[in-house]
C-alpha cells in the first residue's frame, strides 16, 4: 500500500486507487492514512466522524465506513493475494490500523530527507543540505490532508505535518543562503510561492513571501564588482 497525506490524500493498493464511496469513509480513510501501521483508537474515529453525524450515531457511522473501504480494498487485492481487506484495514483491540505491508508514505519519506538534511547542516556540508531538504519539499502538493473537513484530532496531526515543512523551508533558505546562492534561491522560492498558490495555504505562501523579501534585501546589501563587502558597508 502506497499512501500520501502531503498534500490531498491518496491511498492505493496493489497499484489501484482507493476512492471512498462517502464522505464519512473518506474521513476515516485519511484519518487512519495519517498514522500508516499504527493504531488509531476508535473514539478518536468517532470523535473524527462527528463532523458528518450525532455523536450517539458515530461508532454506527464508524463500522459502515469500515465495511466499505473493505469492499474497496477487496476489489484493489484481488483473487489469489495474500493480503486480505482485514488484513489490510485491520481491527486491533481499541481501534482500527491501516497495514502498509512496506509500501510508500510520504510522510516517512518527508522524514528521511528533512533528517539527513539536518544532519548536513550540522555538520556544515550546505551543498547536501539544499539537496536533500529541496527533496523533503517536493514531497508536498498542498497543505497536509488538503480538501479534509479535520476534526480535533486530525487538525493537530495536521498542524504538526504543516509546522515541520515551515522547520524545513527554513533550514532549505539558510542552507542557499550559506552557499551563496542568492539569486537562485529568489526565482527557486518565486516558483514554490506561485504553485502554492494554487493550494491556497496561506501560513506556507507567508512564509514563502517572508523568505523571498529577506533574501532579496540579503542580495542588495551584496558588494558589487570590484567592490569589498567592508567597502560597501562604508559607503
Given at each position: ?159 504538526s505535518l504543516d509546522a ?21 534561491l529568489l526565482l527557486e522560492?518565486?516558483?514554490?510561492r506561485g504553485a502554492e ?39
Amino acid at each position: 500500500m502506497d499512501i500520501e497525506v502531503l498534500g490531498a490524500p491518496r491511498v492505493t493498493e496493489n497499484g489501484v486507487p482507493i476512492t471512498a464511496p462517502t464522505p464519512e469513509s473518506r474521513h476515516v480513510l485519511a484519518a487512519l492514512a495519517a498514522c500508516p501501521d499504527r493504531v488509531v483508537p476508535v473514539c478518536v474515529l468517532a470523535d473524527e466522524l462527528s463532523r458528518h453525524t450525532s455523536p450517539e450515531h458515530s461508532r454506527a457511522v464508524l463500522h459502515t465506513a469500515v465495511r466499505r473501504l473493505r469492499e474497496r480494498f477487496a476489489e484493489a487485492l484481488g483473487a489469489g493475494s495474500v493480503r486480505t481487506p482485514e488484513s489490510v484495514l485491520a481491527a486491533r483491540p481499541g481501534g482500527y490500523l491501516l497495514d502498509t505491508g512496506g509500501g510508500r508514505c510520504d510522510v516517512r519519506e518527508f522524514e528521511r530527507e528533512a533528517g539527513a538534511g539536518y544532519r548536513a547542516m550540522g555538520r556544515g556540508d550546505f551543498a547536501q543540505a539544499t539537496s536533500r531538504l529541496r527533496r523533503a519539499l517536493d514531497l508536498w502538493t498542498g497543505p497536509a490532508l488538503d480538501g479534509i473537513d479535520a476534526g480535533t484530532w486530525l487538525r493537530g496531526r495536521t498542524a504538526s505535518l504543516d509546522a515541520d515543512r515551515l522547520s524545513v523551508l527554513g533550514q532549505w533558505v539558510e542552507a542557499e543562503l550559506a552557499l551563496g546562492h542568492h539569486r537562485e534561491l529568489l526565482l527557486e522560492l518565486a516558483g514554490l510561492r506561485g504553485a502554492e498558490g494554487r493550494h491556497h495555504d496561506g501560513t506556507y505562501l507567508a512564509a514563502l513571501r517572508r523568505a523571498e523579501t529577506r533574501v532579496a534585501a540579503l542580495r542588495a546589501a551584496l558588494p558589487g564588482p570590484g567592490l569589498t563587502l567592508a567597502g560597501a558597508v562604508r559607503r
